[in-house]
Nanobody
Framework: QVQLVESGGGLVQAGGSLRLSCAVS????????MGWFRQAPGKEREFVAA????????YYADSVKGRFTISGDNAKNTVYLQMNSLKPEDTAVYYC??????????????????WGQGTQVTVSS
């Protein structure tokens, strides 16, 4: 049973930083792609970042490119999302996800099979 548990969310001022963590159990995280998505109030869940199962390729939404970094720690079986220069529009519940297909690294919600419960990020202006 694959389980994902996010942590690290909180309240931060605009321009600040947060690092989200996603602890993976039930599998070794670097065997399948991992992704981060977010959902703001009244909006659909959207892609934020993803990392290939090899860890060699990363993908970002245009809105976070240059500010967010996805990475992983094999020893801790954890994937991270480092978020810098945060903006109020980054306020959302952030979810990590993984799937059962190594062939591609998805940027769409439907491409992922397992999801965490989410962690709230609030950026004040």
């Amino acid at each position: 049973q694959v389980q994902l548990v996010e942590s690290g969310g909180g309240l931060v001022q605009a321009g600040g930083s947060l690092r989200l963590s996603c602890a993976v159990s039930g599998r070794t995280f670097n065997t399948y792609p991992m992704g981060w998505f977010r959902q703001a109030p009244g909006k659909e869940r959207e892609f934020v970042a993803a990392i290939s199962w090899t860890g060699l390729k990363t993908y970002y939404a245009d809105s976070v490119k240059g500010r967010f970094t996805i990475s992983g720690d094999n020893a801790k079986n954890t994937v991270y999302l480092q978020m810098n220069s945060l903006k109020p529009e980054d306020t959302a519940v952030y979810y990590c996800a993984t799937d059962n297909t190594r062939a591609t690294t998805g940027v769409h919600e439907y491409e992922y099979d397992y999801w965490g419960q989410g962690t709230q990020v609030t950026v004040s202006s």
